[in-house]
């Protein structure tokens, strides 16, 4: 028997360090983004959508990762909702999820999305609905 750490891997990409994270306080509105990607996350920081559905919900919390291993095909978009949770999956490899409930935005991002369509197309479609 060995004593040596056994490493799996995070197929799932649950435990990415996400270590661009800015957060703005309006009143009792509250908006937090967190990234892997600079350019996502200042993006996201300075978009008018996630600002106005933070006011509008009380606030939002915004995990948004890009997925360099993530398929790079953009055939289809396809949204789903049930209840208070709405999917975007843009072809194999980018997923949005949005949770009205918990207003929470969690987003798996393939590396041939732009960050230009992921905040004036991709997002705002998702948290329309």
């Known amino acids: 028997m060995t004593t040596e750490p056994c490493w799996h891997p995070d197929l799932l990409r649950r435990f990415v360090p996400t270590p661009y994270v800015f957060s703005t306080c ?6 937090f983004v967190e990234s892997n990607d600079l350019e996502i996350a200042l993006s996201a920081r300075r978009s008018g959508i996630l600002h106005r559905q933070c006011s509008q919900e009380r606030g939002l919390f915004c995990r948004l990762i890009r997925d360099m291993a993530a398929p790079v095909d953009a055939s289809e978009m396809t949204i ?3 209840g208070s949770l709405r999917v975007l999956c843009l072809g194999q490899g980018t997923i949005l999820i949005y949770d009205r409930e918990r ?6 991002i393939s590396r041939n999305v732009r960050v230009q369509e992921l905040i004036s197309s991709l997002i705002p479609t998702l948290l329309r609905g």
């Open 80 to 82: 789903v909702s049930n």
């Open 103 to 108: 207003l929470e935005l969690l987003g798996f």
């Open 26 to 31: 309006d009143g009792l509105n509250q908006f």
